[in-house]
T-cell receptor, first 111, second 113 residues
Framework: GQQVMQIPQYQHVQEGEDFTTYCNSS?????IQWYKQRPGGHPVFLIQ?????EVKKQKRLTFQFGEAKKNSSLHITATQTTDVGTYFC???????????FGKGTKLSVKP | DSGVTQTPKHLITATGQRVTLRCSPR?????VYWYQQSLDQGLQFLIQ???????AKGNILERFSAQQFPDLHSELNLSSLELGDSALYFC????????????FGPGTRLTVL
């Protein structure tokens, strides 16, 4: 069945280092969404990408949607302790009309 | 604050019991989704309702059921509880459904002893 995979599962960085998480879908996606879940919190929507090759920035976060619309990445420049959490990507689940989430990348930042 | 409310926040119960989790979506949202998140696990989609009707089913056990009421709030019923059902249960809502942005509630942490 349709799968959305994320790597790495865990990432530990020193504050100030960059961080990237990758999301790969087994099928072409019409769009991809990114969510962040802080420790003890709930997932919060970050952004949606729709166009092939689209790049969007939110301050230190850069989101990219692949040309083939099957992969995406989230890059954080100069991580801060406030970036700690789990980052999920999500894409439309076939014809069902809901989202399939990746397993997430858990980011920890050492001050 | 996402505007989605879930009650209770915490629930501790025993194996074999039945519990009901409640979710109120954001004002105006017609779709409600239920997810299960076990320790260090991703979000397992359980079920989706749209305007009172079941829209999609995920990995929901037969012991679990849900419904969405006319006022659009939703309840997730978990019965014959097992230790492995201990998890965080999130409700999310969206305006229409499909691939809309989902707004998550704070979750209900269920502990089965």
């Amino acid at each position: 069945g349709q799968q959305v995979m994320q790597i790495p599962q865990y990432q530990h960085v020193q504050e100030g280092e960059d961080f990237t998480t990758y999301c790969n879908s087994s099928t072409t996606l019409s769009n991809i969404q990114w969510y962040k879940q802080r420790p003890g919190g709930h997932p919060v929507f970050l952004i949606q990408l729709v166009k092939s090759g689209e790049v969007k920035k939110q301050k230190r976060l850069t989101f990219q949607f692949g040309e083939a619309k099957k992969n995406s990445s989230l890059h954080i420049t100069a991580t801060q302790t406030t970036d700690v959490g789990t980052y999920f990507c999500a894409g439309p689940r076939g014809s069902q009309g809901n989202l399939i989430f990746g397993k997430g990348t858990k980011l920890s930042v050492k001050p | 604050d996402s505007g989605v409310t879930q009650t209770p926040k915490h629930l501790i119960t025993a194996t074999g019991q039945r519990v009901t989790l409640r979710c109120s979506p954001r004002s105006g949202d017609l779709s409600v989704y239920w997810y299960q998140q076990s320790l260090d696990q991703g979000l397992q989609f359980l079920i989706q309702y749209y305007n009172g009707e079941e829209r999609a089913k995920g990995n929901i056990l037969e012991r679990f059921s849900a419904q969405q009421f006319p006022d659009l709030h939703s309840e997730l019923n978990l019965s014959s509880l097992e230790l492995g059902d201990s998890a965080l249960y999130f409700c999310a809502s969206a305006v229409w459904g499909d691939t809309d942005t989902q707004y998550f509630g704070p979750g209900t942490r269920l502990t089965v002893l």
